[in-house]
């Protein structure tokens, strides 16, 4: 078992609808979480970290955390063609400063 | 911009010779780290640095040495180049929060390895 495992899609929505991803981990005992977006030929860029249970907002987005199922989301809103990228989610395994990502999902946004 | 920049940019090498990257930061960071990318696997740790002269190895290690004599630069070295070693490689730099430690790229140096 991957520590942490996303569906490498590609994921298809129709622009202004709302995109729904999902990653779920290993180790029990992580306490922070992260989305990254990438966009091709471009580096990863951090959009949200969420440490506690529950829901957090920003903008179109919004990251949800279930420790208890080891699940993390992240839901964009009003989906646009920008929004079509690589999402990476990134959980801190046994160690505070290191990080294991997952192999990412594709999203596509259609016009 | 986490002041976060990467040399060489691209860079093509035969099997065999050792290669260098740098990952140069302006922010003073305490923690850089070097990854690599490659279709299907996501990005994978291969060192990380917590200070000056302090590394750890991460978990695709093998082939690959650091060095941060400062704290701005932090060196990967492909002791001797092969072809497995055809990447992207980044680098990252950490920034601590409140429970956890967001980390921040660099733009990448792709590493063609014939």
């Known amino acids: 078992q991957k520590e942490v495992e996303q569906n490498s899609g590609p994921l298809s929505v129709p622009e202004g609808a709302i995109a729904s991803l999902n990653c779920t981990y290993s180790d029990r005992v992580s306490q922070s979480f992260f989305w990254y977006r990438q966009y091709s030929g471009k580096s990863p860029e951090l959009i949200m970290s969420i440490y506690s249970n529950g829901d957090k907002e920003d903008g179109r987005f919004t990251a949800q955390l279930n420790k208890a199922s080891q699940y993390v989301s992240l839901l964009i809103r009003d989906s646009q063609p920008s929004d079509s990228a690589t999402y990476l989610c990134?959980?801190?395994?046994?160690?505070?400063?290191?990080?294991?990502f997952g192999a990412g999902t594709i999203l596509r946004v259609k016009s | 911009d986490a002041g976060i920049t990467q040399s060489p940019r691209h860079k093509v090498t035969e099997t065999g010779t050792p290669v260098t990257l740098r990952c140069h930061q302006t922010?003073?960071?305490?923690?850089m780290y070097w990854y690599r990318q490659d279709p299907g696997h996501g990005l994978r740790l291969i060192h990380y640095?917590?200070?000056?002269?302090?590394?750890d190895k991460g978990e695709v290690s093998d082939g690959y040495s650091v060095s941060r004599s400062k704290t701005e630069d932090f060196l990967l070295t492909l002791e001797s180049a092969t072809s497995s070693q055809t990447s992207v490689y980044f680098c990252a730099i950490s920034e601590s929060s409140d429970s956890g430690y967001e980390q921040y790229f660099g733009p990448g140096t792709r590493l063609t390895v014939t």
């Open positions: 990134a959980v801190n395994i046994r160690s505070g400063n290191k990080l294991v």
């Open positions: 640095s917590y200070g000056v002269k302090d590394t």
């Open positions: 922010e003073n960071h305490r923690y």
